[in-house]
């Protein structure tokens, strides 16, 4: 009872100390887990160097905390259940292929994700129905190119793009069957030189996101890489054409980050079940439980000066809300939502997390111009079916994991678990 009182004077001591400050330089909250990124990330054929996804993640952390509640990004994450049962909330900030593109535009599809204590958790593919992991590369280049273990990642590094070998090698398959068909002399594949007395060589074009080039393909643009390989013959060069001097892209072989590196994998399969857990329900938009509780620590950590580095005026604001407390001012904090859910709502509605000036939890708000509606709070389970969301954020495990894919989904896995083109099938 004693070190109650004592830590609600101590909150006071700070709130008063707090209101009555002159104007201090914003701090900026650092992502203290970026030595969690040790190499570079596969997104299909986009190279991402580990420099990169550090400053994504650190400038999504930071905004995390301390940017203005009007900007979009950092979103939160669907939902979902971690492969350990432990329930943390994730967020997302976009990943640009330069390193001097970060702006607050929602751009591309690639997402570093951490959560709200800025953990790393790894790189991902938003999809509009699903979501897919990037492929961790550890630092230790391996040697022994011709190596076959399922643990090494094999590709033609072109500048910032890289062509998996299985990719490379199902474009070659693909050009050799389509040889035998074509009847237009200058259509793909090209012979160009002449290996020996019977011998061709031949370019075959290679296409983003590991799509086998063919007559179904369409493009706007003239194709910029090429496979050339030879009749009779292994040898096999990816070519870069992307400028006027063409080069000869190098075979890098690199050792897979399991995803067990980090603290723990996001779920392959996640859904919308809080399985008779407390969440709070604003008009159709759902906060789960736990999400309100990581914002309330937080809140609390902030307002007794524990949570030194955030901006505490961005972060959490007393002030007098008389529909909510007709009386004395109030804490808030505004809650994110999905960019899907950003992207179907009004973007003028605003959710905030309500708590008294002792510091009890209010509740949920949905914000319409200066009108506060609170949400309604359930105890109930939500049925998965109205809302499912496939992920894919198992790459890096081991084949044995697809055991998980059997479940009542009717999932399964491709066995090249490194193929960037895998993923689990409904």
């Known amino acids: 009872m004693r070190n109650h009182l004592f830590y609600h004077v101590a909150v006071l001591l700070h709130v008063y100390s707090h209101l009555h400050s002159s104007a201090a330089s914003p701090s900026s909250r650092k992502a203290e887990y970026v030595g969690d990124v040790i190499g570079d990330f596969v997104c299909d054929n986009n190279l991402f160097v580990s420099e990169n996804v550090k400053r994504s993640y650190n400038t999504g952390c930071n905004a995390l905390h301390n940017d203005h509640v009007d900007n979009q990004i950092p979103a939160r994450l669907e939902d979902h259940y971690l492969d350990s049962k432990i329930q943390r909330t994730l967020f997302t900030w976009p990943l640009k292929e330069s390193l001097h593109t970060f702006d607050n535009r929602v751009t591309g599809n690639f997402r570093t994700v951490f959560d709200l204590h800025c953990r790393f958790y790894g790189v991902i593919i938003r999809g509009e129905v699903s979501h897919r992991s990037c492929i961790e590369l550890s630092d230790i280049i391996d040697t022994n190119v011709i190596s076959l273990a399922s643990n090494i990642f094999r590709g033609y590094k072109c500048q910032s793009l890289i062509f998996g070998e299985p990719y490379v090698q199902a474009s070659i398959t693909a050009a050799r069957e389509r040889n035998f068909k074509k009847t237009k002399p200058k259509a793909y594949p090209v012979r160009f030189s002449q290996t020996g007395i019977d011998g061709y060589k031949y370019e075959w074009p290679l296409c983003r996101k590991n799509v086998i080039y063919g007559p179904q393909y369409i493009s706007k643009h003239r194709p910029k890489y090429y496979v050339s390989y030879a009749d009779g013959s292994d040898n096999v060069q990816v070519i870069d054409k992307s400028n006027p001097i063409q080069r000869v892209c190098p075979l890098i072989a690199r050792k897979i980050v399991f995803g067990s590196h980090h603290s723990d994998s996001i779920s392959a399969q996640e859904r919308v079940v809080y399985d008779k857990k407390k969440s709070y329900d604003c008009s159709g938009q759902i906060f789960t439980d736990y999400y309100i509780q990581e914002v309330y620590t937080m809140m609390m950590n902030v307002i ?107 999932c399964s896995c491709e066995e090249n678990f490194h193929d960037p083109k895998r993923h689990r099938i409904l």
Not at 314 to 333: E, G, L, M, P
Not at 353 to 365: C, N, P, R, T
Not at 382 to 389: A, G, M, Q, Y
């Open 304 to 410: 007794s000066g524990r949570q030194y580095d955030l901006n505490r005026p961005h972060y959490v604001r007393f002030v007098k809300i008389s529909q909510i407390d007709a009386t004395n001012k109030i804490w808030i904090r505004h809650l994110r939502i999905t960019e899907t859910d950003f992207e179907d709502s009004d973007a003028k509605t605003r959710y905030i997390l309500a708590m008294s000036h002792q510091y009890q939890l209010i509740g949920v708000y949905q914000v319409r111009k200066d009108e506060y509606v609170q949400c309604n709070t359930k105890n109930d389970s939500i049925d998965s079916s109205t809302k499912k969301i496939v992920f894919n954020i198992d790459l890096n495990e081991v084949n044995a994991q697809c055991e998980r894919c059997n479940d009542d989904t009717g």
